[in-house]
């Protein structure tokens, strides 16, 4: 078989088990694709090739062994590089982490392998997870396989497009305003953020630790349930993590929407969206109906406060999570010999790129003595009105349906000089984050350019496993999960 | 003195947890420079800090002890500064969200007892420790700095008083008080030395009584007797600010021990904003009913109360009282020896007597004499086959070897000579060998008889039983035709 590549985790597991394939072809395929295509796509900042190959034959020989093997054993698999592997560069895209390298792995990481996932490589983001278009990393930009003229979306853009480009069937991201969804939802993936709490943070790299959640991007649904279980559950190594029970997602993925009650919030269908947008989601919904789902317009009042409300509580949060970075104990230092503040100032202004050092003044500014009050302060209050207003929601609705992003993919350089713009991408995103939800993100059609559109979904706490089915009966029933790009 | 003095004093006291307060590293005092680190302690990018059950106990168990309101659900918070000893720059605190609130410390002064209030009682994580060039040997380049982060992340317990301490000598005998409370407590060895107690003043003075003068705070007092001697320089210094008719300034300032002054450290305008906020890694901390029930039925009797009861169940005298309770295993160990030897305040005496004066060196817990050894010793003193001296050589020597009082009794041959018969006819003899003395005697000289029972003691090389010698003596004089 030479199309491995093209195959999903689960259609990989099935043939591997089968025997129909070794997992030494299932590495060499996918790094076949990858020398073909990583050029045009630069999703990558570091691959494993011979680990990965060499980790593959040792499964092959238990497998010959007859031994028994996890559930996910040899599905290659990417890492955002916000996410510690031991002795592995963990860069998180920045100057300042160039040569870091962790001696500890994120629980997830621990997760996958035990689940028998192939780790081969680490990918691209927007310096220390700050962007909606990988453009802000240290390193490279990636493109979008879908049109190279336009970005990947942010900050796991590495990943998504690594996934979009079959360089690899699933990869991890982070999402804490939109990162793993508008991604997804810019190169035509499945990107899914999990509630607060259920996937441990241990091992990755703070950007806002109240928001940050992990996650799997992948090409279909299935992919998605299986990654989700596989990383998720309580952690006594994350505080925040939180002991609720997770369930075999694969069982609620049945193809109907029965009884279904789904919200669409008319805040998330604007000014400023783009036609075809909102035309593909509103279909979208036309075929949830035809699967027997309700559907009514509903109101999260609080919508427009969002970005602002994230804009405060991240950048103040960040501020605090990045001030570590100082050339002291690890990571980049300034070479030259300087007094302590003098190290201090150097070390940062050279490691940090703008958008970073723009985040953390903003946030050192919310913060401080006097403003606190007026900005994080009332943040944090607002946050609360923001996850009322899902709370409300909840009681009348199952999920709600939203589109992931008010555009397609933008031109690469296109925003990159105006920050609010750029901010603006995650505008369906982010309130997700700051109400601790659940949501993912599927492709529901082509928009301007022929660029894919995403559909989010957004779902009660815990409740991953409403919103996976309802992702999956919106699958299986239309074509777009067959969509790729030509690259 | 015009002014009225008002000084409050900010603790800090490292816990006597196992290991530290974010992570499972061991809080042991003395190892080699990073050798009791891990990825959490070191702030390496994506660790997260889960607390210490323990600490919070011990915090707890301090706040019930001094009458202090537990915070049932309280929080962490980020204190936010740049200094190379903080691995993450910002050090995990409580703001205004502490774990206990209120409460206060009865001090005696002068014989005057006062209630001292407690501002609040709150958990953080210590910073490590710089080691500057200069400090290092065969440096070349005296400029570098290193870091040790071995006690990055201990706990700390941070006790604040209110600004009711009226004198630097109040503020002497509340440190002195809440140490000794701690210790009972077992939450902390606090010592000054190894850096497990540490303490700032605050102090202001003011010409009117019950007003607040601007204060000032006061640092790098490395011992107790620094304490006081930085506080009365400070007041000193205030005073004359004030007679010249000028103003105090609101700074922090450090003592000079061997200068004996206190100097400007920063001002107001330069003081840190700590931005705090929530500390989002972790959770608030809610204490259930439960575990404040158990600990408080668990809680020590302490300093005082048993300083009370000791006057009153064992009629100690109240300086014996002071001493023995000085210390909870002291105290202890001396009930101990009272349950085997019900005559306290002979315990007394021997235990702050020579007992004392041997535990110098030594800690009460390593000690090789036993509170039963203590109570034979004293029962062989008792029934008179032991002088006091040779007690005292005995009790050395239990300290020594922790050998029992028959064993060394029996090896050194000190029995004293109680039987009477013997005695006499050593007496006998003494005075056949004294004619001299016998006559003088008989001449009316009483003094003789003392030196006659010298010669007897002398004779049985101390052993003799010393009352029962001078009966016997007495006994053969009258005898002696």
């Known amino acids: 078989m030479d199309n491995i590549y093209e195959l999903s985790a689960h259609e990989i597991c099935k043939l591997i088990r089968r025997k129909e394939v070794s997992v030494e072809e299932v590495i060499t395929s996918q790094f076949n694709r990858i020398e073909k295509v990583e050029e045009k796509i630069k999703a990558f900042l570091s691959l494993y090739k011979e680990e990965a190959l060499d980790e593959a034959r040792q499964w092959d020989k238990k497998i010959s062994q007859g031994k028994k093997i996890p559930p996910l054993c040899g599905v290659p698999i990417a890492i955002k590089d916000v996410i510690c592997i031991k002795d592995k560069l963990t860069t998180c895209a920045s100057r300042i982490l160039q040569n870091f390298r962790p001696p500890y792995s994120a629980t997830v990481i621990d997760k996958i392998k035990n689940a028998g996932c192939i780790i081969i490589g680490k990918t691209n983001m927007d310096e220390f997870a700050m962007g909606s278009s990988t453009e802000n990393s240290a390193f490279q930009i990636t493109y979008n396989p879908w049109n190279r003229e336009t970005i990947p979306g942010g900050s796991s853009g590495g990943s998504a497009a690594a996934v979009a480009g079959r360089e690899v069937p699933i990869a991890l991201g982070s999402d804490t305003g939109g990162s793993i969804r508008q991604p997804a939802a810019l190169c035509g993936v499945v990107g899914l953020k999990p509630t607060y709490g259920r996937v441990s943070r241990y091992g990755l790299v703070a950007f806002a630790s109240s928001l940050d959640q992990i996650g799997p991007l992948t090409r279909d649904v299935t992919d998605c349930a299986l990654l989700l279980k596989i990383i998720s559950g309580k952690d006594k190594m994350d505080s925040t993590s939180v002991n609720y029970p997770v369930p075999d997602y694969l069982e609620y993925l049945i193809p109907d929407l029965k009884g279904v009650k789904l919200g669409l919030p008319r805040e998330y269908f604007v000014e400023g969206i783009e036609k075809e947008v909102r035309e593909k989601v509103m279909q979208a919904t036309k075929v949830m109906e035809d699967l027997g789902a309700e559907i009514e317009e509903t109101s999260l009042p609080h919508t427009e406060y969002a970005i602002a409300t994230y804009y405060l509580i991240a950048t103040a949060e960040a501020s605090s999570n990045l001030a570590r970075y100082d050339g002291v104990g690890y990571g980049y230092r300034s070479k030259e010999k300087l007094d302590m503040i003098g190290m201090y100032k150097k070390t940062r202004r050279e490691g940090f790129g703008d958008e970073v050092k723009r985040r953390i003044m903003l946030g050192t500014y919310v913060l401080s003595k006097g403003y606190y009050e007026n900005y994080y302060g009332k943040a944090q209050r607002v946050r609360t009105l923001i996850r009322e207003d899902f709370e409300k929601a909840f009681k009348k609705f199952d999920a709600l349906i939203t589109p992931t992003s008010p555009t397609v993919a933008f031109k690469i350089g296109e925003k990159i000089d105006n920050p609010l713009q750029m901010y603006l991408s995650d505008i369906f995103t982010i309130s997700a984050n700051l109400a601790g939800i659940p949501g993912i993100s599927i492709p529901c059609g082509l928009g301007r350019n022929g660029l894919p559109v995403g559909l989010q979904i957004l779902g009660k706490p815990f409740d991953e496993k409403t919103i996976l089915r309802i992702a999956y009966a919106y699958e299986q029933n239309t074509e777009w999960r067959k969509m790729r790009p030509e690259i | ?481």
């Open chain 2, 1 to 481: 003195m015009k002014y009225h003095i008002n000084i409050g004093l900010e603790v800090h006291v490292e816990l006597l947890t196992q290991s530290k307060l974010f992570c499972g590293c061991s809080t042991k005092f003395g190892a080699p420079p990073n050798t009791h680190t891990c990825p959490v302690c070191l702030g390496l990018p994506g660790v997260l800090p889960v607390i210490n059950k323990k600490a919070v106990e011990y915090t707890l168990i301090t706040a019930l002890a001094l009458n202090s309101q537990i915070n049932k659900n309280c929080r962490f918070a980020r204190k936010n500064y740049y200094y190379p000893d903080l691995p993450k720059n910002y050090q995990i605190s409580q703001y205004n969200e502490p774990l206990a609130k209120g409460g206060w410390i009865q001090i005696k002064v002068n014989g005057v007892t006062k209630k001292i209030g407690i501002e609040r009682i709150h958990l953080e994580e210590d910073a490590g420790k710089l080691i500057h060039g200069t400090e290092v040997q065969n440096l070349q380049d005296k400029d570098w700095s290193f870091v040790d982060y071995n006690r990055a992340g201990i706990p700390l317990m941070e006790i604040v008083s209110r600004p009711e301490l009226a004198s630097p000598d109040e503020a002497y005998e509340y440190l002195v008080t809440l140490r000794k409370i701690l210790r009972y407590l077992r939450v902390s060895d606090c010592n000054m030395e190894e850096g497990s107690l540490r303490c700032d003043a605050n102090i202001s003075i003011s010409s009117e009584k019950g007003k607040m003068g601007v204060k000032t705070e006061l640092k790098n007092m490395n011992s107790f007797k620094e304490l006081r001697e930085g506080l009365w320089e400070e007041v000193r210094r205030q005073s004359e600010l004030l007679d010249r008719g000028e103003k105090v300034v609101q700074e922090t300032r450090l003592w000079d021990s061997r200068a004996k002054k206190t100097y400007l450290m920063r001002g107001k305008e330069e003081a840190h904003d700590y931005r705090y906020f929530p500390e989002p890694d972790l959770p608030p901390l809610s204490i259930d009913d439960n575990w404040i029930e158990k600990l408080s039925a668990s809680l020590p009797e302490l300093p005082q109360q048993r300083f009370e009861r000791f006057l009153k169940q064992y009629r100690l005298p109240e300086y014996d009282a002071t001493v023995l309770t000085d210390s909870r295993d002291l105290a202890d160990y001396f009930e101990e020896c009272v349950k085997l030897f019900p005559k306290p305040k002979l315990v007394s005496n021997w235990i702050m007597g020579d007992f004392m004066r041997l535990l110098k060196q030594e800690k009460l817990a390593s000690i090789k004499i036993s509170p039963s050894g203590i109570a034979d010793l004293l029962t062989e003193v008792e029934k008179g086959t032991l002088s006091i001296p040779m007690a005292k050589e005995v009790m050395e020597e239990m300290f020594r070897t922790g050998k029992g009082v028959t064993q060394i009794i029996e090896e050194k041959g000190m029995k004293q000579i109680s039987d009477e018969e013997s005695l006499e006819k050593m007496a006998q003899e003494v005075l056949r060998e004294n004619p001299k003395a016998v006559k003088d005697f008989q001449k009316g000289k009483y003094q003789a008889v003392k030196f006659l029972v010298g010669q007897l003691m002398r004779k049985t090389k101390g052993k003799a039983n010393p009352q029962l010698a001078n009966r016997v003596i007495e006994k053969k004089l009258k005898e002696y035709k």
